[in-house]
């Protein structure tokens, strides 16, 4: 439910004449350098795997008996087949999996994400459609609506509310166009398109989500 108190302002639909109204909290914030590259860079770390651990002495299995006795033999002193000199044995400076996890508190991510959508309207990189329908997959009908949008040679982002197996399939083969749905948004990819493509459904669901 919308709060009747809160301040809104207007976008217009590119694909019809009509105007709808949105929330000021989501798509009229400043734009936030500090912050957006906060956000960004522990988005960044927090995606890595990290390094695949090594066994070290401690955490290797095996090797508790000792070969042979220590003396009388004619070989090497041994005292187990899990040394580092041996093969399958443990490794000298084992690297062990570390994962430092930048935390950002969920403020701090909707502000930013808020600063970066109202960044793309402001710069009208940000272009609202009523909808996108494909009854079949059609590439030409995608290239058709970036064509009449004036956007055919920018790399595009296609926002819909839920996985559009349709418009993601006719969207694969057009280079720089890429399909998802609102629920997997993240700063990274709004920051490294030139337009954004996005249905009112989504819009709406993509207000909700990040409304402060």
Not at 52 to 74: L, V
Not at 180 to 192: A, D, E, Q, T
Request: charged residues 30%.
């Amino acid at each position: 439910m919308l709060n009747i108190n809160e301040k809104r302002m207007k976008i217009k639909l590119r694909d019809t004449t009509d105007t709808i109204k949105v929330s000021k909290e989501v798509f009229d914030i400043d734009f936030k350098p500090a912050l957006i590259h906060q956000v960004i860079t522990s988005y960044i770390h927090n995606s890595r795997q990290g390094t695949k651990a090594q066994k070290n002495y401690k955490t290797i299995r095996g090797g508790g008996k000792k070969p042979w006795k220590q003396k009388g033999t004619g070989r090497a002193r041994a005292g187990s087949i899990r040394s580092p000199l041996w093969r399958g044995g443990c490794i000298t400076f084992a690297v062990t999996h570390k994962i430092v996890y930048k935390k950002i508190n969920r403020k701090m991510y909707k502000l930013a994400m808020c600063a970066i959508i109202s960044e793309l309207l402001r710069q009208k990189r940000l272009i609202v459609l009523n909808e996108i329908k494909l009854n079949v997959i059609n590439t030409n009908f995608i290239k058709s609506k970036m064509e009449e949008l004036n956007i055919k040679f920018s790399k595009t982002l296609i926002i819909t509310e839920t996985c559009e197996k349709k418009i993601e399939l006719s969207s694969r083969n057009i280079s720089n166009v890429e399909s998802i749905k609102v629920g997997s948004v993240n700063p990274i990819i709004l920051i490294n398109t030139n337009k954004v493509l996005i249905t009112l459904a989504a819009l709406r669901k993509l207000e909700e989500k990040f409304k402060i």
